[in-house]
């Protein structure tokens, strides 16, 4: 899951499967880590696993909004692809020994990706430099 504000991955999970209950743990991190606000919309693709009855539960319990894309439209997830790109491109396409392997590979990838690596789009910070002080100036404002 990635915030479309600070393009930080806020919830992530691996499994040997794409079921529903695969994103639901991804969305179940999100939420422990406070990270998703109420009325927050949850934007996918067409996915089964994203569309499923289990999957629409789990984001209303968290009072969140479902969103899906056109059939046929890249550009709706153009931030998700970007992302998945990027991490290709730079974590390589090593074949990991184990599945704990890689998992290791890809969450330290993410801690990476969200505290150090400088994004453009993000006027060369990082993505948790962003949510930290968008969540101080609000605080400011309050």
Same mark, same amino acid.
């Given at each position: 899951m990635i915030d479309l504000h600070t /393009? @930080?991955?806020i919830g992530h999970a691996m499994a040997e499967h794409m079921r529903? @209950?695969?994103?639901r743990d991804a969305l179940d991190l999100a939420v422990r880590r406070g990270l998703i606000s109420d009325?927050?919309?949850?934007? +996918?693709? /067409?996915?089964s696993q994203y569309t499923s009855q289990r999957f629409r539960s789990a984001? &209303? %319990?968290?009072?969140? *909004?479902? &969103?899906? %894309? *056109?059939? %046929?439209?890249?550009?709706d997830n153009a931030v998700a692809e970007s992302f998945f790109a990027t991490l290709k491109t730079e974590i390589g396409? +090593?074949?990991?020994?184990? /599945?704990?392997?890689? *998992?290791s590979d890809v969450f330290a990838?993410? %801690?990476?990706?969200?505290?150090d690596r400088l994004h453009s789009t993000l006027n060369y910070r990082t993505p948790h430099e962003v949510r930290v002080g968008y969540r101080q100036s609000l605080a400011l404002v309050a």
């Amino acid at each position: 899951m990635i915030d479309l504000h600070t /393009r @930080e991955v806020i919830g992530h999970a691996m499994a040997e499967h794409m079921r529903a @209950e695969l994103v639901r743990d991804a969305l179940d991190l999100a939420v422990r880590r406070g990270l998703i606000s109420d009325d927050a919309i949850f934007h +996918t693709d /067409r996915g089964s696993q994203y569309t499923s009855q289990r999957f629409r539960s789990a984001l &209303s %319990g968290h009072g969140m *909004r479902p &969103s899906v %894309g *056109r059939t %046929g439209s890249c550009f709706d997830n153009a931030v998700a692809e970007s992302f998945f790109a990027t991490l290709k491109t730079e974590i390589g396409t +090593t074949v990991w020994a184990t /599945r704990d392997d890689a *998992r290791s590979d890809v969450f330290a990838y993410l %801690g990476y990706y969200n505290h150090d690596r400088l994004h453009s789009t993000l006027n060369y910070r990082t993505p948790h430099e962003v949510r930290v002080g968008y969540r101080q100036s609000l605080a400011l404002v309050a």
